[in-house]
């Protein structure tokens, strides 16, 4: 079976989403996945994540333990309303993707005039 006709397990990440005062941060396990893997889309009020990370099985050799695998990484986000689309970031290092999705500035209160008719 060649690398192409392969099928990756579909995994559901480790995941941590914390809020704070300047947005929300998200935080995703990752291992065995490279930029170049990793891929990050925003549909309206979704962020979808997705990526692989792919160990070749290695012939001619005796498997005691297996932990590692190849798997196909997918999560999917709904975006509150708050948070500011245009500057999310993304940094991955160490096997840990990290989401920055800061929070929309606040409005000022708008003042209406009052005209006398």
């Given at each position: 079976m060649s690398k192409k006709e392969r099928k990756l397990p579909?995994?559901?990440?480790?995941?941590?989403i914390l809020e704070r005062e300047d947005?929300?941060?998200?935080?995703?396990?990752?291992?065995?996945?490279?930029?170049?893997?990793?891929?990050?889309d925003l549909r309206e009020n979704e962020?979808?994540?997705s990526g692989a990370a792919d160990y070749p099985p290695e012939e001619k050799k005796t498997r005691h333990a297996v932990e590692f695998?190849?798997?196909e990484y997918s999560r999917t986000f709904t975006l509150a309303d708050s948070v500011d689309?245009?500057?999310i970031t993304a940094n991955l290092a160490n096997g840990v993707l990290e989401i920055f999705m800061p929070k929309r500035e606040k409005e000022k209160p708008k003042r209406i005039e009052i005209t006398a008719g």
């Open positions: 579909v995994v559901r990440p480790a995941t941590d947005g929300f941060h998200i935080f995703m396990d990752l291992p065995g996945v490279g930029r170049e893997a990793l891929v990050l962020l979808i994540v695998m190849s798997g689309r245009e500057r």
